[in-house]
């Protein structure tokens, strides 16, 4: 957030992660989901349980499946990525999942 006051605290030996923001598995879950998305190969639902120890809400999963009847994800296997269209609305995608 303040890049001048974290370079300050790292030089002088202090804890850079000092004021850091700790998040809920689910809160993780969809920043993770989302951050994912935003690789073209996406993301891999079940390692990403997996890792998180998670599972993913009934309405997150609803989303999904509607954003992907709608053709703005592609789901294979347990990847999910965005499709050319979803790119364009990646944004409005993200809110819409989380």
């Given at each position: 957030?303040?890049?001048p006051k974290y370079i300050e605290t790292v030089e002088n030996g202090?804890?850079?992660k000092e004021g850091s923001e700790e998040l809920l598995p689910e809160k993780h879950l969809g920043e993770r989901l989302m951050t994912g998305l935003r690789?073209?190969?996406?993301v891999n639902l079940s390692e990403l349980v997996q890792d998180l120890g998670v599972e993913i809400s009934g309405s997150q999963h609803e989303k999904i499946c509607r954003l992907v009847d709608s053709g703005h994800l592609i789901l294979k296997d347990s990847w999910v990525r965005l499709t050319e269209k979803g790119v364009l609305l990646s944004?409005?995608?993200f809110q819409n999942i989380l």
């Open positions: 957030k303040n890049l202090g804890d850079p690789l073209s190969r996406g944004d409005e995608i």
